[in-house]
């Protein structure tokens, strides 16, 4: 073919209309119907809680028109509610509150402590909490236990500077700040704080007792442990979340909270760090609600509940002259931490060796394994004491897990209580066997 030929080919060609599309065949209308039918059977159920945009098919796209004006708009919870930051009662948790007078020869203690009376028969769990702290701080843990152990009692002491437990003068002044809070001084006001309840209630002698310390409270109940004074009604202590190898007093351990770093290291190491974190707390707050919220968005408290009873115990309002200057009165802290930085050692060296060498059962509850120094690791292995871990528990056990705590305490009462132990009998006393 001449290229002359093909030219005319070609334009011919073009002129002509284009091919229509082929008939489906038989085969191809099955194949047709068996992709649609599983595209439909993949769509998810219109009942459940999908994302409509992403639960619906490529045809029914155009019908989504979304609102441009909050396309974008960052998503808002429900507000939390006002009351979820009231304070709670202490009456929900105990009994009774005392002011107990203990008379010296230079100067008159007025403790003042919580206390659910136990059943005759049944144990008293003595209670002491940490530095900054209340006796409110084993509320929840006080609940708990009654449930835990029916008919056991609950003493939640506060210590001089801590609550609202005061010091007079001779003269009957109110003592102010600083004041002495060496570790002999606080054991010796928490065993005449017991022997001054016993009085109240007229018992002749102290029901069985389970003392329990968090904190600054862990020395405290060793020391009285080991020093005796409270006799053989003590059937065990419990040191809550300190050591003497890694103390901690009110930091958390948190990956948000700036404030977390307290916990690892040597005792006088976390010490150091302590002025750290009162460095970067806050002075004072606007109501007894921001002070609860704190505690809580910081970590410090994991319990809500706990803290809406524990925190207001911590603070009181500022009046006078220099409130009105700021135009409102706040709420300050009611324990100056800083100024007992001169105790800090006092009540920490010799912890682990007196915590072992000292009479009873002994228990300690930590929020880390980390935490636990030489000494208490060799003790451990020795089986000189009963170690438990609450690894989702910050700092404040007893308020973060107070159930579980329960449960723990009820338990090593339970392991030590010489009520429940039936003794064989003497050689001499045993019956003749007859020939």
């Known amino acids: 073919m001449s290229e002359l030929q093909r030219s005319f080919a070609k334009a011919k060609l073009a002129g002509l209309p284009l091919e229509p599309p082929l008939p489906p065949s038989d085969h191809n209308l099955a194949l047709v119907e068996e992709e649609s039918s599983d595209e439909l059977q993949s769509l ?20 989504i028109r979304p609102n441009s004006k909050n396309l974008f708009a960052r998503p808002t919870g429900p507000k939390p509610r006002k009351d979820a930051l009231d304070p709670l009662p202490w009456t929900d948790y105990f009994a009774q509150e005392d002011y107990l007078e203990n008379v010296g020869n230079d100067e008159t203690v007025i403790h003042h402590v919580y206390l659910t009376p136990p059943a005759p028969g049944s144990p008293l769990f003595v209670l002491h909490h940490g530095a900054g702290s209340s006796g409110l701080t084993f509320a929840l843990l006080a609940e708990e236990l009654r449930k835990a152990v029916p008919g ?5 002491v506060e210590a001089r500077g801590h ?3 005061v010091v007079k003068t001779t003269d009957g002044q109110i003592k102010r700040e600083p004041y002495d809070l060496s570790l002999h001084v606080l054991s010796s006001d928490l065993s ?4 001054l309840v016993q009085g109240k209630l007229q018992s002749p002698h102290l029901p069985d007792m389970i003392l329990v310390g968090h904190s600054l409270g862990g020395p405290v109940v060793t020391d009285v442990a080991q020093r005796g004074t409270l006799g053989s009604s003590v059937l065990g202590y419990a040191v809550l979340d300190v050591v003497e190898g890694s103390c901690l007093l009110l930091g958390t351990k948190s990956d948000t909270n700036p404030r977390s770093d307290l916990p690892i290291g040597s005792a006088m190491d976390a010490l150091q760090k302590m002025n750290l974190y009162l460095a970067t707390r806050p002075k004072s707050f606007t109501s ?16 809500s509940a706990s803290a809406r009873v524990s925190v207001p115990s911590l603070l009181f309002q500022q009046t006078g002259p220099g ?12 324990t100056d931490l800083s100024a007992t930085e001169h105790y800090w050692e006092n009540w920490f060296t010799g912890l682990s060796k007196k915590f072992l060498e000292a009479k009873g059962g002994k228990l300690l509850i930590l929020a880390g394994t980390d935490r ?17 871990v609450f690894p989702d528990a910050g700092h404040f056990i007893q308020e973060d897990q107070p159930a579980k705590t329960a449960m723990v305490l009820a338990d090593f009462y339970r392991r ?14 045993m019956p003749k066997q007859k020939s």
């Open 192 to 195: 005449n704080a017991v022997r």
């Open 44 to 63: 998810p159920d219109s009942g459940q809680d999908e994302d409509d945009s992403s639960a619906s098919s490529a045809s029914s796209t155009g019908t």
């Open 288 to 303: 007894l609600a921001s002070g609860i919220e704190w505690h809580t968005r910081s970590r410090t408290l994991r319990n």
């Open 416 to 429: 030590n209580d010489r009520s429940a132990l039936v003794l064989p009998p003497k050689v001499g006393e």
């Open 372 to 388: 636990l120094d030489k000494e208490l690791m060799i003790g451990q292995m020795q089986g000189k004491y009963q170690l438990q």
């Open 163 to 165: 609550g609202e437990t």
């Open 152 to 156: 056991s009692g609950a003493l939640a």
């Open 323 to 334: 409130s009105a200057t700021m135009g409102f009165q706040p709420w300050l802290w009611r």
